[in-house]
């Protein structure tokens, strides 16, 4: 066999070898290997987790986890392993989960009226990585508490319930930070202003603001309620709102899940400084956390001169308003003998 017979012969045997492994590489990197039948799903990966960790995550969305872990190795994958939250897609190769996961997916997080720190952290940790015990461990932290010029009875006003963007694997700390530079934000230098002119901080503005979105879910009322509650603020009197006392039983108790319909007498007596029948001015927090239509309800608040407010009969959901003890007395009778025919004692 002459020199150009070997070579070429040897070229011929590369070509096939080189065809071989090309075969081997392409069938363990760019053929489907997803095994879900939906279109994508969310994997989500913690933070400091190995790679065996995250491939038993993977195992039961991949046909072959030895595939993967080949091209996993060749892609070095295992060295740089990303916490979060990663989109895989039905279909996907081996090549475009290992490219998937190196993207951290950010997610919506949303939150509105809640009624504690506890119930706020609660509801963070259902969407997020941190646990409720690092939320609330954030939330109260003095350091934190005095950068910010808030107290943990108040600390619920910082929060404008709202949809944010998060990485799934944001520490808690740092959504504590997002939060009050959020915050900040809100407050720019026209609500500030309108809460001066009513003698409010905005703090305070917040706490009234929790009391009115309470009062009513009706967004078209409450700068009438809120008008209210600043008349009583302004002439000295108690502002003897019934959300205060429900606040003041569950805050007592520990129950913020309890139900209650109905304020009775004896509730009024409740020794709490969340009770604004014995207590003149606001409370010390939020009774909930409102919404923006209830800050700028309290901020754009409508001027009249009445004093008094109760559930409607006549217009279930709204209220009826009085300028003075007598009409109130009318209305409340109205409304109390409403509830009792329909049998609600609590």
């Given at each position: 066999m002459n020199l150009k017979r070997i070579i070429a012969f040897v070229a011929i045997i590369g070509i096939v070898v080189a065809a071989i492994v090309s075969y081997y590489v392409y069938n363990k990197a760019f053929v489907p290997n997803t095994k879900f039948s939906e279109e994508e799903v969310?994997?989500?990966?913690?933070?400091?987790a190995n790679y065996?960790?995250?491939?038993?995550?993977?195992?039961?969305?991949?046909?072959?986890?030895?595939?993967?872990?080949?091209?996993?190795?060749?892609?070095?994958?295992?060295?740089?392993?990303?916490?979060?939250?990663?989109?895989?897609?039905?279909?996907?190769?081996n090549f475009d989960i290992i490219r998937?996961?190196?993207?951290?997916?950010?997610?919506?997080?949303?939150?509105?009226?809640?009624?504690?720190?506890?119930?706020?952290?609660?509801?963070?940790?259902?969407?997020?990585?941190p646990d409720s015990l690092a939320?609330?461990?954030?939330?109260?932290?003095?350091?934190?508490?005095?950068e910010n010029e808030f107290s943990e009875e108040n600390i619920l006003?910082?929060?404008?319930?709202?949809?944010?963007?998060?990485?799934?694997n944001t520490s808690a700390t740092k959504v504590a930070d997002k939060m009050a530079k959020e915050y900040r934000k809100f407050w720019n230098n026209e609500r500030k202003l309108k809460a001066l002119n009513h003698d409010l901080t905005p703090i305070e503005v917040s706490v009234l603001a929790s009391i009115v979105h309470k009062e009513t879910a009706k967004v078209s009322e409450r700068p009438r309620v809120a008008g209210v509650y600043l008349n009583r603020l302004t002439t000295g009197m108690p502002l003897q709102a019934d959300p205060t006392i429900i606040y003041a039983i569950k805050s007592k108790t520990g129950d913020f899940d309890?139900?209650?319909?109905?304020?009775?007498?004896?509730?009024?007596?409740?020794?709490?400084?969340y009770?604004?029948?014995?207590?003149?001015?606001?409370?010390?927090?939020?009774?909930?956390?409102?919404?923006?239509?209830?800050?700028?309800?309290?901020?754009?608040?409508?001027?009249?001169?009445?004093?008094?407010?109760?559930?409607s009969p006549d217009n279930p959901g709204y209220h009826a308003f009085a300028s003075n003890y007598t009409q109130h007395q009318v209305n409340a009778r109205k409304y109390s003998e409403w509830v009792n025919k329909l049998g609600i004692n609590r």
């Amino acid at each position: 066999m002459n020199l150009k017979r070997i070579i070429a012969f040897v070229a011929i045997i590369g070509i096939v070898v080189a065809a071989i492994v090309s075969y081997y590489v392409y069938n363990k990197a760019f053929v489907p290997n997803t095994k879900f039948s939906e279109e994508e799903v969310y994997v989500y990966i913690p933070t400091n987790a190995n790679y065996e960790e995250v491939k038993e995550l993977l195992s039961p969305y991949l046909k072959d986890s030895n595939n993967f872990d080949f091209v996993a190795t060749n892609r070095k994958y295992a060295q740089n392993i990303k916490a979060g939250k990663f989109l895989l897609k039905e279909g996907m190769t081996n090549f475009d989960i290992i490219r998937a996961l190196r993207y951290n997916i950010p997610v919506k997080v949303a939150f509105n009226n809640q009624e504690s720190i506890g119930k706020l952290a609660q509801r963070l940790a259902s969407q997020t990585e941190p646990d409720s015990l690092a939320f609330i461990q954030a939330f109260t932290n003095p350091d934190f508490l005095a950068e910010n010029e808030f107290s943990e009875e108040n600390i619920l006003a910082m929060f404008i319930p709202n949809t944010y963007e998060f990485y799934w694997n944001t520490s808690a700390t740092k959504v504590a930070d997002k939060m009050a530079k959020e915050y900040r934000k809100f407050w720019n230098n026209e609500r500030k202003l309108k809460a001066l002119n009513h003698d409010l901080t905005p703090i305070e503005v917040s706490v009234l603001a929790s009391i009115v979105h309470k009062e009513t879910a009706k967004v078209s009322e409450r700068p009438r309620v809120a008008g209210v509650y600043l008349n009583r603020l302004t002439t000295g009197m108690p502002l003897q709102a019934d959300p205060t006392i429900i606040y003041a039983i569950k805050s007592k108790t520990g129950d913020f899940d309890q139900v209650i319909k109905r304020v009775l007498y004896d509730d009024l007596k409740i020794i709490s400084p969340y009770n604004t029948y014995i207590n003149l001015g606001l409370p010390p927090g939020p009774i909930a956390m409102p919404d923006i239509s209830a800050i700028d309800a309290v901020l754009n608040a409508e001027k009249h001169d009445y004093l008094y407010f109760c559930a409607s009969p006549d217009n279930p959901g709204y209220h009826a308003f009085a300028s003075n003890y007598t009409q109130h007395q009318v209305n409340a009778r109205k409304y109390s003998e409403w509830v009792n025919k329909l049998g609600i004692n609590r």
